[in-house]
């Protein structure tokens, strides 16, 4: 088992000194060995949420792409989607959203990991400390732009089936079915609109949860806390931040919903489609479905989070570098 993080001390420059001498320690996971620990307790994290939370999803691009008609909130459409097309219909899409969020977790956290290790190489243990809200934004930044590479096809996929329960039975026939017929640039109509979405959606994500946690243990010694103690502080953070993630996002996110539901006018390119989309939309018509979202996010965030530090610890990654004061 991997030794844990130097409990922060109040002086950067010790600190600095202490992280130094864990990093020595050769006991301690390292490189490829400890981001691919990173990497696999992200996938697992937002596959299961994620995939558990499909029917809400489900409900939630409903009302964003037809208001009009599924205009009685989270629970109602819910009881609008069974009694027109049956249970099952509520875990349309659960195939490429559980693979998509498998691969997205992968790179967003393992990502995020990498590349706030890499600010603090480039600046310095101290600096990075100094200036940690700036590294926790931009190594998120990074980290979700290369996750929606892999996420966008999967997403179109996944809307795709739910905006259009005839169109396949499932995520294999639905991506060779848009592979086929609208090729593959079909994926990435929405990429736009998926970074648009993510990564200020990320960067709150990671922010909050930080901070929130930051302040906890400035009136906490997490070390005098059971493992249970400390899954419920990264319940609790991930809550928070999933709600400011879901605040910041929903625009996009409504937008992306829009995009993906059917194929663009014959030249008609994605920036002239977002802006006729934004247009018809307006600011009220952007955060529609945002009741579900807010329960969708806050849910999934705190789920994620909890979940990741568990299989953190599980797996001995603790090697990640922690710069709160």
Known sequence: MAAAPPAPTGSTNLDALKQTAVASDPTKLSGLSLYSRFAFAGAVCCSVTHGALTPVDVVKTRIQLDPIKYNKGLIGGFRQVIASEGAGAVWTGFGPTAAGYFL???????GYEFFKQQSINFLGYESASNNRTAVYLASSACAEFFADIALCPLEATRIRLVSEPTFASGLISGFGKILRNEGIGAFYSGFGPILFKQVPYTMAKFVVYEKVAEAIYQNVDKSTLSSGAQTGINLGSGLIAGFAAA????????????????KGLPGEGTTSRLIKIAKELGFRGSYAGIGARLFMVGTLT????????????ALGATGGVEIAK
């Open 247 to 262: 605040l910041v996002s929903q625009p996009a996110d409504t937008m992306l919903s829009k995009i993906n539901k059917t």
């Open 302 to 313: 705190a789920g994620q989070f909890a979940i990741y530090g568990d299989i953190k610890k």
């Open 104 to 110: 997205q977790g992968a790179f967003k956290f393992g």
